[in-house]
């Protein structure tokens, strides 16, 4: 069964510190995607990124970064000089395998990240 | 362009009472999905459609939830009868057919059910 794991429960860090959040994720499928998800206080889920199972490339976004590591099934996720704007619940999510076609996502529980000014 | 659309944004209703949820996909959006979000499970797809039709419902809780999609442009989620332990945020997503394709979320329906 699927199942991704983020250990971190909640996260608290001054503004300016750089922060990274875990996600480590179980599937016995070889084709699937990552997901990162922001929910911010206001409660919608925003998409963040997506990454293909073979593409191990690390990827960088403004102030946001993924690194992908497929030998030790983890999709961690870094911010640079963080921002209060950045407080928010983070989660990680694993879809089915990709020649399924529909893309269900199984997510992990979520890291409440805040920035302190 | 306009997002995923879920109204009502939140429902109070009382033990016992029917509870109809709705989604507007966005446009051209082959998949539609709805999930279900509480303190103690999380993030969890109840189903999911494939061109207006339910493809895997194996994660709505019991027969008191039930979904319909009429058409591309809008599906039901509801719950009947309504107990106090389906309080949570429900969601909808919703993306193009293409395997490639990004799922998003509308805003969620805050359902309290006293």
């Known amino acids: 069964a699927q199942k991704v794991t983020q250990a971190q429960t909640e996260i608290s860090v001054v503004e300016k510190e750089d922060v990274t959040l875990d996600c480590v994720y179980e599937?016995?499928?070889?084709?699937?995607?990552l997901f990162w998800y922001k929910q911010p206080p206001s409660g919608e889920l925003v998409f963040l990124i997506r990454?293909?199972?073979?593409?191990?490339q690390n990827e960088i976004s403004g102030r946001y970064s993924w690194n992908f590591q497929k030998s030790t099934s983890s999709f961690n996720f870094t911010i640079t000089a963080s921002q209060v704007v950045d407080s928010a619940v983070y989660f990680c999510a694993l879809s089915d395998p990709i020649i399924q076609g529909a893309q269900k996502l199984v997510f992990g529980q979520g890291t409440r990240l805040t920035i302190n000014p | 362009d306009a997002g995923v659309i879920q109204s009502p944004r939140h429902e109070v209703t009382e033990m016992g009472q029917e509870v109809t949820l709705r989604c507007k996909p966005i446009?051209?959006?082959?998949?539609l999905f709805w999930y279900r979000q509480t303190m103690m499970r999380g993030l969890e797809l109840l189903i999911y459609?494939?061109?207006?039709?339910?493809?895997?419902d194996s994660g709505m809780p019991e027969d008191r939830f039930s979904a319909k999609m009429p058409n591309a442009s809008f599906s039901t989620l509801k719950i009947q009868p309504s107990e106090p332990r389906d309080s949570a945020v429900y969601f909808c997503a919703s993306r193009e057919g293409g395997s490639t394709d990004t799922q998003y979320f509308g805003p969620g329906t805050r359902l309290t059910v006293l």
């Open positions: 990454r293909n199972s073979f593409d191990e």
């Open positions: 599937t016995r499928d070889t084709t699937y995607y």
């Open positions: 446009s051209g959006h082959d998949y």
């Open positions: 459609f494939n061109n207006n039709v339910p493809i895997d």
